[in-house]
């Protein structure tokens, strides 16, 4: 996990240090506040990933030893759903009332009770798995 | 090419267990298009549909250059002009370009590092319908009765305001960004969260391809731009529905505000769309010119060091409102070109001593090289304030990024849609009409976008319908019209040859290009869950590793020794290099001869065999023991 978390906190020192010599140098607002919330964006992925990396430190991942054969990821690997009509129901529900953006409260209250219906029915579907 | 298929059976690791639950029997037909979780699948939405994009916003530029063809000529009323420019614009970048990148990280990020799926396949599916309903929503402003948005595709305050820009056609383009934004935003947590976690045994970070490499880099970007572009819209949104005045410089807002907002979210946004498309050029030169990329580690620091600048250059597209500090956007704006002058340097030197064959894809590929150089090009000149206060909002820019955004990123998608054909249908393109569709389109875009550099310079503005005749336009005008013909003209072959090869009954198998990635181990068009076997993974190339055992990848940094053959000898050979890519040491002794042969054994002979292999480099071969 060395190269994930160094990723995270390069991304996050660099916006970081970028919105410190932009709010020296310029004094803008709305730049040193985007580069700033950016930072502290990637730097919470940052801990988030390296706290995971430290608690399986003494046992490298298959995918981070250079010399790990195919058998060695042998066992469960993630759990993949099969076909679900959730996510579309999900997505119609959600389009529905994005588009209440422009035409207003029925499709806020038809894209909402889809919206509704859709979690219910995922949360039921992935507790059954 | 086979060879992968004989070679199948010893690396079955049946063991690998997937977890799968299918809930209630399998669905068939339109129910299993809708309910699919599978990334290939959703890749392949991505990509069809972000086509149609493409044509549909294709044909309104065919519009707006026939309406520009001769001086004040009224095809189009101005304010159709207006729309279609703004729908042009915006449908390539949101809904064509971007959404295409995304459908091809979807089908081909999970492939490359060995994964059966992407990490989250149900947000997966959640993301592309999200997507879809984005492009029905935006593109259906043209039929309301005030048609569609015409703010141009960066909506700059204060003509978004109501009282400038009522009617839903504008708040359906703002829905339509939102949507499109959301499902490029959850495709990006997945694609991070594939590449961190779903990666196969001996897939070290750094040893995957190239295009994983800068779908991951984009998706980093993604995840800062368009979270800051929702807030602008739904900032918007409010000033024209409930009353609020942040951009309204009638009532203290600032109109400056949403230049930086959006402009944070943009010039990323031009990086997304570009990254992948390096990826997919890398790929593809290092395939046709049967090298491993050149400069490996330096193409995913350049890549790296792309992605980390450009979140800091955002208002050298605010240069000319005098609100921003010019040298600290100009100073990164130029740093940029090193990391894209290294990618260069990389992609030449992997040509260099190749042995390159021109198929398709790499025509492709060189003509996204000769397109970038010019875009590239124009786009360091505009980086300094005195040319941009010039040229700004000519036809320069235009020009400019026409080059970038067509000449490169779309060329290299079609590298990528022939490269990967194959492994998406199981069918091979037809080589002549693909190399028809190049040259046309090849020609028709560098007549059509060429001489509106000439044009900027000569004065002539964007985003005018209208010009009056006599101001030595009239000829430049008329040439890069009849371009644009030949360019959409050139889409006729391209879409016959998918027609006639999807009917052929013709099989691609599965490396029909003897491609060096995990990709072209799998089926084509790969099973369910991607993959049945798969080959041990020593370097970046591990396809080509298992196929050409007697030529394998040396470790990084060893390039010095890369056309060291290590013979024909068979395991034997294969057995040294392998030796000497674990330790580190093997490497290293190709160089001085004699002096490694006696670590490896069975290498020695192995070693002098490799003599009579046309890459043998002279001394070395000849030095063994
Ligand atoms: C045959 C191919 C194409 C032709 C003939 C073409 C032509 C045009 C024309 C005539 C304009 C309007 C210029 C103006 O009035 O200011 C324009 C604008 C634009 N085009 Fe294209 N274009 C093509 C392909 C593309 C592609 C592939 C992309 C991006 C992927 C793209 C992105 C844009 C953008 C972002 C604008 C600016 C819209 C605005 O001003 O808001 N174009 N194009
Ligand atoms: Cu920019």
Same mark, same amino acid.
């Given at each position: 996990m060395?190269?994930?978390?160094r990723?995270?906190?390069g991304?996050?020192?660099?916006l970081?240090v970028?919105?410190?010599?932009y709010w020296?140098?310029?004094g803008e607002?709305?730049g040193?506040v985007?580069?700033?919330?950016g ?9 988030y990933?390296l ?8 046992i ?13 990821g ?6 993949f759903p099969?076909?679900?009509?959730w ?5 119609l ?26 979690i219910?029915g995922?949360g039921?579907?992935a507790?059954?798995? | ?8 059976g010893?690396y079955?690791?049946p ?7 299918v809930p209630?029997?399998r669905?068939?037909g339109?129910?299993?298009y809708?309910?699919?979780t ?11 549909t972000?086509?149609i994009?493409?044509l549909i916003?294709?044909?309104m530029?065919?519009l707006?250059?026939v ?17 279609l ?8 970048l949101?809904l064509f ?5 995304f ?10 590092i ?5 990490a989250?396949?149900?947000f997966?599916?959640?993301?592309y ?8 929503t935006?593109t259906s402003?043209?039929?309301t ?7 141009g595709?960066f909506?700059?305050?204060p ?5 400038y820009?009522?009617?839903?056609g504008?708040?359906l383009w703002?829905?339509g ?11 990006a ?8 976690t ?6 070290i970070?750094?040893r ?8 991951l880099?984009?998706a ?6 368009f ?9 918007l ?21 949403y230049?930086?907002l959006?402009?944070?979210?943009g010039h990323?946004e031009?990086y ?8 997919i050029?890398t790929e ?6 049967r090298?491993?990329v050149?400069g490996?580690?330096g193409?995913?620091f350049?890549?790296l ?6 979140m800091?250059?955002?208002?050298h597209h605010?240069y000319?409102t ?7 956007f100009a100073?990164l ?17 992997t040509?260099?001593r ?13 003509g996204?090289?000769v397109n970038?150089l010019?875009?590239?090009f124009t ?12 040229v ?8 400019h990024?026409?080059y970038v955004?067509?000449?490169g ?9 022939h ?9 091979k ?14 020609i028709?875009?560098?007549l ?6 000439d044009?900027?310079?000569r ?17 430049l005008n008329?040439?890069s ?7 959409a003209?050139?889409?006729l072959?391209f ?10 009954s013709?099989k691609?198998g599965p490396?029909?290009?003897d ?10 068009p790969?099973i369910?869950?991607n ?6 993974i020593?370097s970046?190339?591990?396809v ?8 394998l990848?040396?470790p990084h940094?060893?390039h ?6 290590v013979?024909?000898g #068979?395991?034997? *050979? =294969?057995?040294?290099?392998? @030796?000497?890519a674990g330790? %580190?040491? $093997? !490497?290293? /002794? +190709? &160089?001085d001869?004699? #002096?490694?042969? *006696? =670590?490896?054994?069975?290498? @020695?002979?192995?070693?002098a %065999?490799g $003599? !009579?292999? /046309? +890459? &043998? ?5 000849g030095?063994?023991p």
């Amino acid at each position: 996990m060395k190269f994930e978390w160094r990723l995270a906190l390069g991304t996050a020192a660099f916006l970081g240090v970028a919105g410190l010599v932009y709010w020296v140098w310029s004094g803008e607002f709305a730049g040193t506040v985007m580069l700033g919330f950016g930072g502290g964006a990637y730097a919470l992925l940052f801990g988030y990933i390296l706290l995971q990396a430290l608690r399986r430190q003494h046992i490298p991942r298959v995918e981070d030893r250079p010399d790990a054969n195919p058998e060695d990821g042998a066992g469960e690997i993630h759990f993949f759903p099969g076909n679900s009509i959730w996510p579309a129901a999900l997505g119609l529900g959600a389009v529905l009332a994005v588009v209440g953006l422009a035409f207003g409260k029925w499709f806020w209250v038809i894209g909402g009770a889809i919206l509704l219906g859709a979690i219910i029915g995922f949360g039921v579907e992935a507790e059954s798995r | 090419m086979t060879v992968v298929q004989e070679r199948a059976g010893r690396y079955e690791a049946p063991e690998r267990r997937l977890v799968e639950v299918v809930p209630g029997p399998r669905a068939r037909g339109v129910l299993a298009y809708v309910t699919s979780t599978d990334h290939k699948q959703i890749g392949m939405n991505y990509m069809v549909t972000s086509f149609i994009m493409f044509l549909i916003a294709g044909f309104m530029a065919v519009l707006m250059r026939v309406q520009l063809s001769v001086p004040n000529n009224n095809f189009v009323d101005l304010n159709t002009y207006n729309q279609l420019f703004t729908m042009h614009g915006s449908l390539m970048l949101y809904l064509f370009l971007g959404p295409f990148a995304f459908g091809m990280a979807n089908y081909l990020v999970p492939l490359q590092i060995g994964a059966p799926d992407m990490a989250f396949p149900r947000f997966n599916a959640f993301s592309y319908w999200l997507y879809l309903g984005g492009c029905i929503t935006m593109t259906s402003g043209f039929l309301t009765s005030s048609g569609a948005a015409n703010w141009g595709w960066f909506a700059y305050a204060p003509l978004t305001e109501s009282i400038y820009s009522p009617g839903p056609g504008a708040d359906l383009w703002i829905a339509g960004v939102v949507l499109a934004g959301f499902s490029g935003i959850f495709t990006a947590v997945n694609v991070i969260s594939t590449v961190f976690t779903l990666r196969a045994p001996g897939m070290i970070m750094f040893r995957m391809p190239i295009f994983t490499w800068n779908q991951l880099v984009t998706a980093f970007l993604v995840l800062l731009a368009f979270p800051v572009l929702t807030a602008a819209l739904v900032l918007l949104w409010c000033d024209r529905h409930l009353g609020t005045h942040f951009y309204d410089p009638t009532h203290g807002g600032q109109p400056i505000l949403y230049q930086h907002l959006f402009w944070f979210f943009g010039h990323p946004e031009v990086y997304i769309l570009a990254l992948p498309f390096f990826g997919i050029a890398t790929e593809v030169i290092s395939t046709f010119s049967r090298k491993p990329v050149f400069g490996y580690k330096g193409m995913v620091f350049a890549t790296l060091s792309i992605g980390g600048l450009s979140m800091g250059v955002w208002a050298h597209h605010m240069y000319t409102t005098g609100a921003v500090l010019l040298p600290f956007f100009a100073i990164l704006t130029l740093l940029i070109s090193v990391p894209t002058g290294i990618k260069f340097f990389n992609w030449t030197g992997t040509m260099f001593r190749g042995s390159v064959r021109l198929d398709s894809p790499m025509l492709f590929a060189l003509g996204f090289l000769v397109n970038f150089l010019v875009g590239g090009f124009t786009g360091v000149m505009l980086g300094q304030p005195p040319i941009d206060f010039q040229v700004h909002d000519t036809y320069f820019v235009v020009a400019h990024f026409h080059y970038v955004l067509l000449g490169g990123s779309v060329f290299a998608a079609f590298a990528g849609i022939h490269y990967w054909f194959p492994k998406f249908t199981g069918k091979k393109l037809d080589e002549r009409l693909a190399k028809l569709t190049f040259v046309l389109m090849f020609i028709g875009f560098n007549l059509t976008f060429f001489p509106q550099h000439d044009l900027g310079l000569r004065g002539m503005q964007r985003r005018i319908a209208v010009y009056p005749a006599g101001q030595g336009w009239d000829f430049l005008n008329m040439l890069s019209s009849i371009g644009a013909f030949i360019t959409a003209f050139s889409m006729l072959p391209f879409l016959l040859n998918v027609w006639v090869s999807l009917r052929s009954s013709k099989k691609a198998g599965p490396n029909p290009w003897d491609g060096m990635t995990l990709e072209w181990a799998a089926e084509s068009p790969p099973i369910e869950h991607n993959f049945a076997y798969l080959p041990p993974i020593r370097s970046e190339r591990p396809v080509w590793d298992l196929n050409h055992p007697d030529h394998l990848t040396l470790p990084h940094g060893r390039h010095r020794n890369q056309l060291v053959t290590v013979g024909t000898g #068979g395991t034997a *050979g =294969q057995a040294a290099v392998r @030796a000497g890519a674990g330790n %580190g040491g $093997g !490497g290293d /002794g +190709h &160089a001085d001869g004699g #002096g490694a042969s *006696g =670590q490896t054994g069975g290498g @020695a002979s192995g070693r002098a %065999g490799g $003599g !009579g292999n /046309g +890459h &043998a480099a002279p001394a070395q071969g000849g030095e063994g023991p």
